[in-house]
């Protein structure tokens, strides 16, 4: 599954989910490399 985390106040990541952290942070998988940061909620509605 695809999702995007924030790193820092700036800079957005957006790769597949690899693992959620036990304080709340998720790490994502872009090619060979690994992003840990806090996932953007979705605010899409149905």
Known sequence: MVK???IGSYVS???V???SLADG???VQV???EYT???VQDT???
Request: charged share 20%; aromatic share 0%; net charge positive.
């Open 37 to 39: 940061g806090r996932l």
């Open 4 to 6: 995007t985390i924030t």
């Open 25 to 27: 942070r998720a790490v």
């Open 44 to 46: 899409t509605t149905d």
């Open 31 to 33: 090619g060979v490399n």
């Open 17 to 19: 989910l690899l693992r």
């Open 13 to 15: 990541v957006q790769g």
